[in-house]
């Protein structure tokens, strides 16, 4: 039994249990449902900071010109458009998501920017990577890793794919540790999210869920130990603004 499932073969979807088959699905419906406003969906969650968590989770990866890059849950290309200037045009970006939906989104994103040449696009799910072993030097993931059913599956695909030495980088809403600010945090999540979601994008279940996802995905020293036992070594952990995100990184031996 790994972490995300229960003995009855369900896990969990929010705070609600559901058949381990059907989550993929759930997550689905609810990506697509805010495919189209994803950048105000991380505004209303973030309080518009995720742009600079995402810079500095850009700005500190271990990447240089050249290199293949695989970026997961990429779909809208926030993280790639980012690494563009870090690969060169020499480089290759690969943005895979599970979600057609979002994926367009980001295709077409990257077209209106005039970023074409050196991207790649993939519809794929995490816990089973289309690619062969040791094919990239960088592996991201960014505010995607929750939604995954098996986490551990999907930590061990990203191990796969690594080159030796390359880096895996995990940039995941966490746990909050100022106990002051743990009450404002989820009067946000719980009361003021739901109702932006319904005001802005006329979908306060989906805001709803992933506000609930956020409260289930595993802790920082959790998610470390986790990485430790897909096989990453040196793995560590950074919060930022206080553990409201935290990037975490491993790398392939």
Request: aromatic share 4%; glycine share 8%.
């Given at each position: 039994?790994?972490?995300s499932t229960g003995k009855s073969g369900t896990t969990h979807f929010g705070f609600r249990d559901v058949p381990v088959g059907e989550k993929q699905k759930l997550v689905g419906a609810v990506f697509s449902s805010v495919?189209?406003?994803y950048d105000?969906?991380?505004?209303?969650m973030s309080m518009g900071i995720h742009r600079v968590w995402k810079r500095y989770f850009v700005a500190t990866a271990q990447v240089g010109k050249g290199d293949r890059v695989l970026d997961l849950a990429g779909g809208t290309g926030d993280i790639a458009a980012l690494l563009k200037d870090r690969v060169g045009a020499e480089g290759e970006l690969?943005?895979?998501d599970i979600n057609g939906a979002m994926l367009r989104v980001g295709r077409d994103r990257m077209t209106d920017r005039g970023n074409v040449r050196g991207f790649e696009y993939v519809q794929c799910n995490a816990q089973a990577l289309p690619?062969?072993?040791a094919s990239f030097d960088l592996v991201t993931i960014a505010f995607g890793l929750r939604n995954v059913t098996d986490k551990e599956a999907a930590l061990a695909e990203m191990l796969r794919v690594l080159k030796v030495g390359g880096q895996a980088r995990v940039l995941e809403f966490s746990e909050?540790?100022?106990d002051w600010f743990k009450p404002i945090y989820d009067f946000h999540s719980f009361q003021v999210l739901p109702r932006l979601g319904k005001l802005f994008a006329r979908d306060a279940d989906s805001y709803q869920y992933l506000a609930e996802s956020i409260r289930k995905?595993?802790?920082q020293d959790e998610l470390k130990a986790m990485m430790e036992a897909a096989g990453f070594a040196r793995c560590d952990y950074r919060n930022l603004s206080g553990g409201i995100v935290a990037i975490h990184t491993g790398y392939r031996t």
């Open positions: 039994m790994n972490e495919a189209g406003n105000l969906m991380n505004d209303l690969v943005l895979g690619f062969p072993d909050v540790k100022a995905h595993p802790p």
